[in-house]
Nanobody, 115 residues
Framework: QVQLVESGGDLVQAGGSLRLSCVVS????????MRWYRQAPGKQRELVAG???????NYSDSVKGRFTISRDNAKNTVYLQMNSLKPEDTAVYYC?????????WGQGTQVTVSS
């Protein structure tokens, strides 16, 4: 059974930084593209960043230059380093992987950025 467990969310002031982690089990992590999404209250879930098995990264325009996605295949973990946080980054952050073409989600971790 595939499981994703996120952690690292917190309350932080605008301009601050956080690092989110997502530990993955139940799949061959190193061959999978991993993604981070977020969902703010009253809004649709949106893609924030992704990283392929080869390490290629992509970002939404709203976080480009501020967030960095990375992975540690030895630890089956994907990270999201978030710098220069803004109040509009407030959301529940989820990591995501496809398993047999089905999206698998973690429980999410809350990030709140105060102004």
């Amino acid at each position: 059974q595939v499981q994703l467990v996120e952690s690292g969310g917190d309350l932080v002031q605008a301009g601050g930084s956080l690092r989110l982690s997502c530990v993955v089990s139940g799949i061959i992590f190193r061959i999978k593209t991993m993604r981070w999404y977020r969902q703010a209250p009253g809004k649709q879930r949106e893609l924030v960043a992704g990283i392929t098995s080869g390490g290629s990264e992509n970002y939404s325009d709203s976080v480009k230059g501020r967030f960095t996605i990375s992975r540690d295949n030895a630890k089956n973990t994907v990270y999201l380093q978030m710098n220069s946080l803004k109040p509009e980054d407030t959301a529940v952050y989820y990591c995501n992987v496809l398993s047999a073409w089905n999206p698998i989600w973690g429980q999410g971790t809350q990030v709140t950025v105060s102004s």
